[in-house]
Each structure stands twice: as C-alpha cells, then as structure tokens.
C-alpha cells in the first residue's frame, strides 16, 4: 500500500501518535518535492511560491484540515523564526528565511 505523503508550512501534530522529526538540506526535501507525490498542505502563498520556484511543481493552497494516515510521511517547510507580530502572518515578508523538515507519523509504536 503506498504511503500517504503530505507537504505542510509548519511542524505540527495534527493526529495523537510517535512522530519522528529531523531537518533536511534545501537540496534534500527538493529531491524529496520533485519524487514523491504528495497532497499539499501550505497555506500561505508566499510559501508555495518560494517552494515552486525551488521544485518547478505548482503547490496548491489548502487550509483544510490535515488528516493524517498510520505510516505518513510530513515534508514541513517552515520559516526558521517565529514573528513577533501576529498581525504579519500570511503577510509577504521581506527575505523570509525557511527550513526544511521531514517527519514520519505512527498511530501506535511497534
């Protein structure tokens, strides 16, 4: 059965369960982008853009709520700060910088 694969703009836990989270190299979660197939999660625009510029793939905006499958592989793009004023989130920043994360998500431990 193949996994389920979703991209998200944040590191969350949207299901209880055992998450394993490392952070990956821009170079890494591109090849990651470009082979795997996978059902957006961002939610910001200026974040999908900056994520089709680096893969070449359009990133659909998608609010909904992410339910996750036992066995599901996160790719988390994320900025690397968090902002000191709420009201700027969802704004175009200037410069933002991201990080890159990949998780894998189990209902129950083996």
């Not at 089709?52 to 996750?68: D, H």
């Not at 920043?93 to 991201?98: G, I, K, N, V």
């Amino acid at each position: 059965m193949k996994k389920q694969v979703v991209l998200l703009n944040s590191s969350m836990m949207p299901a209880p369960g055992h998450y394993v989270l490392e952070q990956v190299s821009e170079k890494k979660f591109v090849e990651l982008l470009k082979s795997l197939d996978f059902e957006s999660f961002i939610g910001y625009p200026q974040t999908a853009k900056h994520l089709e510029a680096l893969c070449g793939k359009k990133i659909k905006i998608n609010r909904a709520q992410t339910v996750l499958e036992n066995e599901a592989i996160l790719l988390i793009c994320k900025l690397k700060y968090r902002l000191q004023d709420p009201s700027k989130k969802g704004q175009k920043l200037q410069d933002p910088e991201f990080e890159y994360l990949v998780a894998t998500y189990e209902r129950t431990r083996k």
